[in-house]
C-alpha cells in the first residue's frame, strides 16, 4: 500500500468515525429518552393511582358523615345504571356541585353529627393527611404543580378541621341539640363543616385533573355512622 492508498484509507475512517459516533451517541441517547418516557408513564399511572384512591376517600368519608350511602350520593339505584369511569366521574362532579349549590342542607347534616359520627370523620380525616404526606413523600418530584397546589389545600382543609375538633371537643362531644344552644361550640361546629366544605370544592378538582379510573367500591348495604 502507497501513500496515497494509505492516506485515503485513513481519511475514510476519519470520516466514518465523525460521522458514525455523534449518530451512535444520538441513538443510544434516543433509546435512553424512549425507555424513561416509558418507566414515566408507568410511574404516573401509579400516581394517579393513588391521587384517585385518596380524593375517593376522602369523599366517601363524608358521605357516611351525612349518612349517604354511595347510591344515594352518586344518584344511581344500581351498577346497572352505571355508564362505566366517566359516568361515575360526571356523578362525582354532580354531587359536589350540589353540595356546594345545596349549602343549607349538606351544612345541615354535617352540623348535625352525632359524636361517634365526628369522632369517626377525625379518625379518617387524619389518614387522609398521612396518605397525601405519603404521596408527597413517595412521588414529590413527578407531581404536577396543579395537583401537587390541591392536594396542599386538601392537606391544609383537613388539619384545619382535625385542629378545631382537638381544640374545642366540647362542640363535638355532645348531640346537636344540646350545642345550638351555646354560641361557642355552634360556631367551631359551623368553622369544621365549612372547612369540609372546601374539601369538597378542591377533591372535585383534583379528580378532574387526574386520569384514570375512580376505585368505587359497591357495598351492598351501608350503615352510616349517624344510625349507630
Not at 57 to 86: C, D, M, P, R, T
Not at 190 to 214: D, H, M
Request: proline share 4%.
Amino acid at each position: 500500500m502507497d501513500a496515497y492508498d494509505f492516506g485515503l484509507n485513513l481519511a475514510v475512517e476519519f470520516i466514518g468515525l465523525a460521522v458514525g459516533v455523534p449518530v451512535t451517541i444520538y441513538f443510544v441517547d434516543w433509546l435512553i429518552k424512549k425507555r424513561e418516557e416509558k418507566r414515566r408513564l408507568r410511574l404516573n399511572v401509579l400516581i394517579n393511582q393513588d391521587i384517585l384512591y385518596l380524593a375517593y376517600n376522602v369523599l366517601k368519608s363524608i358521605w357516611n358523615a351525612q349518612g349517604l350511602s354511595i347510591y344515594e350520593a352518586l344518584q344511581f339505584q344500581g351498577i346497572s345504571e352505571l355508564g362505566g369511569n366517566e359516568d361515575i366521574r360526571r356523578r362525582i362532579k354532580c354531587f359536589c356541585e350540589r353540595f356546594s349549590c345545596d349549602v343549607t342542607d349538606a351544612y345541615d347534616k354535617l352540623l348535625k353529627m352525632n359524636p361517634s359520627a365526628w369522632k369517626q370523620i377525625i379518625v379518617d380525616f387524619e389518614n387522609h393527611r398521612i396518605n397525601i404526606n405519603n404521596i408527597f413523600f413517595a412521588y414529590a418530584v413527578y407531581l404536577e404543580p396543579k395537583s401537587s397546589e390541591h392536594l396542599i389545600i386538601i392537606r391544609n382543609a383537613l388539619w384545619n378541621a382535625i385542629t378545631i375538633c382537638h381544640t374545642f371537643p366540647d362542640a363535638f362531644n355532645v348531640d346537636y341539640k344540646d350545642a345550638k344552644g351555646d354560641v361557642n361550640l355552634r360556631t367551631m361546629r359551623s368553622a369544621a363543616v365549612f372547612r369540609i366544605g372546601q374539601l369538597v370544592s378542591s377533591v372535585s378538582i383534583l379528580i378532574e385533573l387526574t386520569e384514570g379510573p375512580l376505585p368505587i367500591d359497591y357495598p351492598i348495604r351501608f350503615k352510616s355512622p349517624n344510625h349507630l
